[in-house]
Nanobody
């Protein structure tokens, strides 16, 4: 069993900042890619940012220069620092991770999701 638990969401004014955290726990052998997705009301879930186990990052164009993804491999935790927030960033933010839970050669991975944390940006 693997759990991903997000924290750090809330209400903030436009131009403000929030830092999201997502901690993975359970029977974890290895964590590969980790990422943050978001889903706004009436819209499809979209990838916001991702980070590999070696630290390579990728961002959706709309958040480049404002959001920063990072991870602490020792703590099995991924972060999303969000600066310069805009009302259009309002959404439920979900953590996703590619995790191996069984020691095989080669490792086999499954994708796991957190339950989400709500970010609301007021204008």
């Amino acid at each position: 069993q693997v759990q991903l638990v997000e924290s750090g969401g809330g209400l903030v004014q436009a131009g403000g900042s929030l830092r999201l955290s997502c901690a993975a726990s359970g029977s974890i052998i290895n964590i590969n890619d980790m990422g943050w997705y978001r889903q706004a009301p009436g819209k499809q879930r979209e990838l916001v940012a991702s980070i590999t186990s070696l630290g390579s990052t990728n961002y959706v164009d709309s958040v480049k220069g404002r959001f920063t993804i990072s991870r602490d491999n020792a703590k099995n935790t991924v972060y999303l620092q969000m600066n310069g927030l805009k009302p259009e960033d309002t959404a439920v933010y979900y953590c996703n991770a590619k995790i191996s839970t069984i020691r095989t050669i080669p490792l086999k991975y499954g994708y796991y999701w957190g339950k989400g944390t709500l970010v609301t940006v007021s204008s």
